[in-house]
């Protein structure tokens, strides 16, 4: 059975940092393409960042650029976010997620990628606010 598990959110100020950390299991991690996705309060899901099954292409929407790093430890079957500078509008629930497909064929419009997904986490929550 394929797991997720998101773990390392939490509450932050503004300009703090966070590090996210999602346990995979039930499949051959360093196979597939793995994706960080988040949903704020009212709003849909918006992706976040995207790694290649190497580490060696990586992925960010233009909001988080900068900012947020994408990585993973295919011995420890384990995908890390590092968030720093954190805003108010990072506020979220942020998910793991397996690509489908690999990240370099999905579509896209500039820096606007179309993902797919087959598998997700139950989520972590992110709460920036002073």
């Known amino acids: 059975e394929v797991q997720l598990v998101e773990s390392g959110g939490g509450m932050v100020q503004p300009g703090g940092s966070l590090r996210l950390s999602c346990a995979a299991s039930?499949?051959?991690?360093?196979?597939?393409?793995m994706s960080w996705v988040r949903q704020a309060p009212g709003k849909g899901l918006e992706w976040v960042s995207a790694?290649?099954?190497?580490?060696?292409?990586?992925y960010y929407a233009d909001s988080v650029k900068g900012r947020f790093t994408i990585s993973r430890d295919n011995a420890k079957n384990t995908l890390y976010l590092q968030m720093n500078s954190l805003k108010p509008e990072d506020t979220a629930l942020y998910y793991c997620a397996r690509l489908s497909e690999p990240a370099s064929s999905a579509s896209h419009s500039g820096s606007d990628y179309q993902f797919e997904y087959d598998y997700w986490g139950q989520g972590t929550q992110v709460t920036v606010s002073s």
């Open positions: 790694i290649n099954t190497g580490g060696g292409s990586t």
């Open positions: 039930g499949f051959t991690f360093s196979y597939y393409d």
